[in-house]
């Protein structure tokens, strides 16, 4: 089936520093995915969803300046937190849609010290 | 609209029994319905979906669920539990295909010997 990889699987960085994380869809051209935090033990929230060639969209509460999402082809989506800080800690993941089920990456784990 | 509730963040069963894992969805258009499986720091595996016709799904590794629309409910099965199923499922809605979900809160499985 549909691949969709996500890059770094984890990251540990200093408060106040950036953070970039890829999704990429490997055999397929994806113009819309998503993206979804999920704190320890707790369900996945989209963040928002990234629209190729055009300016994401953000769920309600979620900070569209800490939380830059850039679509610039059908195959990659970028999430960039920026400024990190400790309670920006969490499971990031991203998804795809394909024509017969969403296709999830594996996931980056960020922890902000 | 859609929302998916999970009863019982937590199901314990020995191994060789049967596996119930409760789902109930709203949803204000023909809802589509899946179930994940998340196994630590990695992505969600699709298990099974329901999208129109047959309401008995059978899914990977077992696993089946049925949709019941006049009960709202979407409920996943396992005659004889692994260990290996020990892990956290996620049950999901969408009302616009494969594309923005909707997940619930997740219910840890705990497989003892």
């Known amino acids: 089936g549909a691949v969709v990889s996500q890059h770094p699987s984890w990251v540990i960085c200093k408060s106040g520093t950036s953070v970039k994380i890829e999704c990429r869809s490997l055999d397929f051209q994806a113009t819309t995915m998503f993206w979804y935090r999920q704190f320890p033990k707790q369900s996945l929230m989209l963040m928002a969803t990234s629209n190729e060639g055009s300016k994401a969209t953000y769920e309600q509460g979620v900070e569209k300046d800490k939380f830059l999402i850039n679509h610039a082809s059908l195959t990659l989506s970028t999430l960039t937190v920026t400024s990190a800080h400790p309670e920006d800690s969490s499971f990031y993941i991203c998804?795809?849609?394909?024509?017969?089920?969403?296709?999830f990456g594996q996931g980056t784990r960020l922890t902000v010290v | 609209a859609q929302s998916v509730t999970q009863l019982g963040s937590h199901v314990s069963v020995s191994e060789g029994a049967l596996v119930l894992l409760r789902c109930n969805y709203s949803s204000s258009v023909p809802p589509y319905l899946f179930w994940y499986v998340q196994y630590p720091n990695q992505g969600l595996q699709l298990l099974l979906k329901?999208?129109?016709?047959?309401?008995l799904v059978k899914g990977i590794n077992g696993f089946e669920a049925e949709f019941k629309k006049s009960e709202t409910s979407f409920h996943l099965t396992k005659p004889s539990a692994h260990m290996s199923d020990a892990a956290e499922y996620f049950c999901?809605?969408?009302?616009?295909?494969?594309?923005?979900?909707?997940f619930g809160t997740g219910t840890r499985l705990l497989v003892s010997p």
């Open positions: 329901y999208t129109t016709g047959a309401t």
């Open positions: 999901a809605v969408s009302g616009t295909g494969f594309q923005k979900l909707v």
């Open positions: 998804s795809a849609g394909g024509n017969t089920e969403a296709f």
